[in-house]
């Protein structure tokens, strides 16, 4: 059974681990403890005693953005990206959040898919924005902007 609780500092290398795994060019072990306190806000996915996925969230005024979202690969199409945006949006209402906004690899399909199942529609392109590896990318590939709002001001 999937339990959820948000981690501190001490959780550092279980974040570490699942984010390296996940992405081509993961955060540094200095930004994801920078994304721990503050205007942050998190939320880890357990299995038991082992970290499977994790979400970091922003508070910018009434508009929350969902910074880092990760399960680790061994867990994912089991739903736990599913149930952590779940908890995102929830966390967002719960706080008043009016908007709340991500951005995603336009070549992370699955991520879009569920982003647009959970409600979140594109509103722009931030061209060349994340780091690329592939050699058709130039070194670049650009980023969806997508937004949802919770309330009218």
């Known amino acids: 059974m999937i339990t959820f ?16 795994a996940c992405h081509s ?16 806000f998190n939320l880890a996915a357990f299995d038991d005693e082992r970290m499977v996925g994790f979400y970091i969230g922003e508070k910018a005024g009434p508009d929350f953005t ?3 979202i990760c399960v680790a ?3 994912q199409g089991q739903g736990i990206a ?9 966390y967002s209402k719960q706080h008043n959040a009016e908007n ?23 509103m722009s392109v931030r061209k060349n924005y994340y780091p690329s590896d592939d050699p ?3 070194g670049f ?3 969806i902007l997508m937004g949802m709002t919770l309330l009218f001001a």
């Open 5 to 20: 609780k948000a981690v501190t500092e001490s959780s550092i290398d279980a974040l570490m681990s699942i984010e390296s």
């Open 141 to 143: 590939e650009d980023a």
């Open 66 to 68: 969902l910074m880092d």
């Open 25 to 40: 060019h993961p955060w540094t072990v200095k930004t994801m403890q920078s994304c721990l306190a503050g205007r942050y």
């Open 100 to 122: 709340l906004f991500l951005e995603v690899r336009e070549t992370n399909v699955r991520a879009i898919k569920l982003y647009e199942l959970a409600g979140f529609s594109e």
């Open 136 to 138: 058709n990318k130039n």
């Open 82 to 90: 599913k149930q952590l945006l779940a908890e995102f949006i929830a």
């Open 73 to 75: 690969p061994d867990c």
